[in-house]
């Protein structure tokens, strides 16, 4: 089955720039997605189709793919991004969704 | 607005059944899929199943193929999940979520309904 591999945890002051990875093989030739969850909170979409972000998300959040990557970067990190950040795929071989294991983003 | 609502949840017996709802208003509910998902107490988002549009296409993950079961009432705006078979590992939080137009992503989430199988 298809895997999507993200690093568990990361960390950035406030007003840098943090980035969270999603590996998979062959990654380049699927979407990817990438949802927010805040604690206690359902999934927010924050980035869609790799780089396309919904209305009402900030331009902070953007995404981009490179050989088997796909990356979410969060611009001028501010305490409210403090979340868990998942990726997702859609796999067309087993007709499944794929989400990586979650990324913790701590702001210190 | 948009809005998913689940209900159904509770706790049950290993090995019992148990039917959560997906009701759903805001949009025009027979132009879209709709999928499960899960999330273990303090665990990550595990994708559950999915029905399409028109119900003519269903999947599951593997590790609830046989034993759940995802249909859907457009009469309703309702998708079910029914759960049979119940083990200690199915217990989550389940959320339903819509699938953005044609799309394999979810632009809207509900709050989810806890199911929990314990003895």
């Known amino acids: 089955s298809y895997v999507l591999t993200q690093p568990p945890s990361v960390s950035v002051a406030p007003g840098k720039t943090a980035r969270i990875t999603c590996g998979g093989n062959n990654i380049g030739s699927k979407s990817v997605h990438w949802y927010q969850q805040k604690p206690g909170q359902a999934p927010v979409l924050v980035v869609y189709?790799?780089?396309d972000r919904p209305s009402g998300i900030p331009e902070r959040f953007s995404g981009s793919k490179s050989g088997n990557t796909a990356t979410l970067t969060i611009s001028r990190v501010e305490a409210g991004d403090e979340a868990d950040y998942y990726c997702?795929?859609?796999?067309?071989?087993?007709?499944?969704?794929?989400f990586g294991g979650g990324t913790k983003l701590t702001v210190l | 607005q948009v809005q998913v609502v689940e209900s159904g949840g509770g706790v049950v017996q290993p090995g019992r059944s148990l039917r959560l709802s997906c009701a759903a208003s805001g949009f025009t509910f027979s132009n879209y899929g709709i999928h499960w998902v899960r999330q273990a107490p303090g665990k990550g988002l595990e994708w559950v199943a999915v029905i399409s549009y028109d119900g003519s296409n269903k999947y599951y993950a593997d590790s609830v193929k046989g034993r759940f079961t995802i249909s859907r009432d457009d009469s309703k705006n309702t998708v079910f999940l029914q759960m049979n078979s119940l083990r200690a590992e199915d217990t989550a939080l389940y959320y339903c979520?819509?699938?953005?137009?044609?799309?394999?992503?979810?632009?809207?989430w509900g709050q989810g309904t806890l199911v929990t199988v314990s003895s």
């Open positions: 997702q795929v859609w796999d067309s071989r087993s007709d499944h969704v794929v």
């Open positions: 189709d790799d780089y």
């Open positions: 979520a819509k699938e953005a137009y044609s799309e394999n992503y979810f632009d809207f």
